[in-house]
């Protein structure tokens, strides 16, 4: 149960998420998802996605923060930490969160408010992987500045963009 005191701070936190986000709109092989790492009440480290800046596809925003905080704690425990995020970590992070321990998650916009392009169909849902994990110790809180984080993705409404990438075009010949 989140208290008013808590959602306040929640909201703040998440206001510098949304900076991270822009930050990597700004930044050349960045992307528009942001991430805060939050111990004792304080940011511990930032990150928004590089996965174009590393031609790695794992370098999601929350995966880089993780490594970030851990590489320079010399740690593989995140106990006590929330993740602040600005869009529904996907299985890959949500699994991330698990390994490293993390206490708590709180994202902005969520799955259903964005295009599905931002989530692999047959991935399982965040909620369900914490659930399935057995890990009803981590809280998750959904939809904190909602329409603020939704901005940047685009609506579940929007066409799908061109895939970028010619190896997923089925007009090009191999
Ligand atoms: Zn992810």
């Not at 050349?28 to 590089?50: M, R, W, Y």
């Not at 880089?64 to 992070?93: D, F, H």
């Not at 599905?116 to 992987?129: G, H, M, S, V």
Request: one cysteine or more; glycine letters at 6%; hydrophobic letters at 35%.
């Amino acid at each position: 149960m989140t208290t008013p005191e808590q959602h306040r701070r929640d909201q703040h936190f998440m206001h510098l998420a949304i900076d991270q986000a822009k930050l990597g709109i700004r930044t050349p092989g960045g992307a528009e998802v942001g991430c805060i790492l939050v111990k004792h009440g304080t940011v511990a480290a930032s990150g928004f996605n590089e996965a174009a800046l590393h031609s790695d596809p794992t370098a999601h925003a929350e995966i880089v923060t993780i490594r970030r905080l851990c590489a320079e704690r010399k740690t593989l425990s995140l106990a006590g930490c929330t993740l602040y995020c600005t869009l529904q970590p996907c299985a890959m992070c949500t699994a991330a969160s698990l390994w490293s321990g993390i206490s708590r998650i709180v994202y902005g916009a969520g799955r259903a408010d964005v295009h599905p392009l931002y989530f692999a169909e047959r991935l399982q849902n965040t909620e369900d992987l914490i659930a399935d994990a057995y890990r009803n110790d981590i809280e998750m809180v959904s939809g904190i500045l909602r329409d603020e984080c939704a901005q940047f993705y685009l609506t579940p409404r929007d066409p799908a963009p061109p895939d970028p990438d010619p190896a997923h075009d089925p007009t090009v010949q191999p």
